[in-house]
């Protein structure tokens, strides 16, 4: 099965740029049907979808936050990284990433999500 840990600064300040890595393991997944995708989770809006990538780097992003969001990952270590930059409190949530098997053939492997607060 395959295990995706997230990491990153667990505070930040409004304005900042935060950066969350996961690393994906358990699982080799370099065919173009596999994606890497970021959830969010907030008290007001449940669970809100940002965006996803592909083993072969496509990117896709969420209407009302890709002005924000930037996603980039490293095959040669098994991670993605989601950047969301100006943040403000309302980003504060406990952000998920998830691998995502675009044929179908499995359903999707979450991380345990990781708490990212944002405040002043």
């Known amino acids: 099965q395959v295990q995706l840990q997230e990491s990153g600064p667990g505070l930040v300040k409004p304005s900042q740029t935060v950066s969350l890595t996961c690393t994906v393991s358990g699982g080799a997944e370099t065919v173009d049907y596999y994606y890497w995708m970021w959830i969010r989770q907030t008290p007001g809006k449940g669970l809100e979808w940002m965006g996803a990538?592909?083993?072969?780097?496509?990117?896709y992003y969420s209407p009302s936050l890709k002005s924000r969001t930037s996603l980039f990952r490293d095959t040669s270590k098994n991670q993605f990284t989601l950047e969301l930059s100006s943040v403000i409190p309302e980003d504060t949530a406990v952000y998920y990433c998830?691998?995502?098997?675009?044929?179908?053939?499995?359903?999707?492997?979450w991380g345990k999500g990781t708490l990212v607060t944002v405040s002043s």
């Open positions: 998830i691998s995502r098997d675009g044929a179908g053939t499995r359903g999707d492997y």
């Open positions: 990538i592909g083993y072969s780097g496509v990117t």
